[in-house]
């Protein structure tokens, strides 16, 4: 089966320009089209809340998925590293056509997903070791880790606790806060909470007397 993979971010993007690349590909290759899987959601959405998760759940060997770009699968390497595991275990063959890269069982495919793989190692422990070090900075400056004492409970969200890596990687990128929030579920207050408790990132200026209140 060859499937042709198509997202965009919004309402106001077009599904069109990438649907005639694909198309254009596909016929200077003699390749038919089998099924066509296209989504409007963010590339930060985990992917097996989307359409994309559904399908890398049926792919097989020598099936091929072909997309635009690689960062139609993912907005993070950590995600498309991820993605690209899963299709490489099933023998399922990725192509890409602005990138080029024509992922499958040869030596080549598995030397890239090898750097592919490398790159998100280095990256993770980055992040980690960024992290520790924020961490070990805020408790040297007498800061008290955690939620201070005041109005509201002592208990960190447990949202935020269970995409505390997402939180990381999605910030590494660029990502806004309240999108972040969005795209877990919670109010933008409460992540903004959750990074100034953490000591990830310091309270926002108009909350800081009340931070240092214990009431924030």
Sequence with gaps: MIYGYI???????????????INNFCQRQALPVDDWIEETISGTKDYDKRRLGRLLKRVGKDDIIICSELSRLG????????????????????????????????????????????????ERNLISQRTREALARKKAEGVVLGRPKGKRN??????????????????????????????IGVARGTLYRYLAYTGIREPVKNTS???????Y
Aim: net charge positive; glycine share 4%.
């Design 7 to 21: 997202r965009v971010s919004s309402d106001r993007q077009t599904v069109e320009n990438q649907r005639f690349e």
């Design 75 to 122: 907005r993070n390497l950590f995600m498309i590293m991820e993605i690209l595991n899963i299709c490489m275990t099933k023998e399922c063959r990725v192509w890409t056509i602005k990138d080029n890269y024509r992922l499958g069982e040869d030596i080549q495919s598995k030397v890239l997903a090898f750097a592919f793989g490398l790159s998100a190692e280095i």
């Design 154 to 183: 002592t208990q960190l969200n447990p949202k935020c606790v269970r995409r505390h890596k997402y939180i990381l990687a999605s910030l590494e990128d660029g990502i806004s806060i309240p999108r972040i929030a969005s795209n």
């Design 209 to 215: 007397s009340r931070w240092e209140n214990g009431i």
